[in-house]
């Protein structure tokens, strides 16, 4: 059974970081490529960064410079490093995983159940 287990959401003023985590299991993490979809209230989710199984990173404009994507193939876990950010980051934040090739233009497979992350003005 896959479990994609997010933490690291919560409560940040405008300009703060908070780091979010995605510990996978039941799958072969090495071989799936990792992503951060998120979504906010009346908006579509969105892809906001991901990282292949090679470790290519691809990052929604909207966040490039402030947030940094990466992977810990030892522990299984994918990471959102969150800098800088701002109100209109506020939003559920997922975790998505698939196998290569990934992202594809359509969600991976497996789903985490969600972080919340909340940015004060």
């Known amino acids: 059974q896959v479990q994609l287990l997010e933490s690291g959401g919560g409560l940040v003023q405008a300009g703060g970081s908070l780091r979010l985590s995605c510990a996978a299991s039941g799958i072969m993490f090495s071989t799936n490529g990792m992503g951060w979809y998120r979504q906010a209230p009346g908006k579509q989710r969105e892809l906001v960064a991901a990282i292949t199984s090679g470790g290519r990173f691809v990052y929604v404009d909207s966040v490039k410079g402030r947030f940094a994507i990466s992977r810990d193939n030892a522990k299984n876990t994918v990471y959102l490093q969150m800098n800088g950010l701002k109100p209109e980051d506020t939003a559920v934040y997922y975790c998505?995983?698939?196998?290569?090739?990934?992202?594809?233009?359509?969600?991976?497979?497996?789903w985490g159940q969600g972080t919340q992350v909340t940015v004060s003005s």
């Open positions: 998505n995983a698939d196998e290569d090739p990934y992202p594809s233009g359509v969600p991976g497979r497996y």
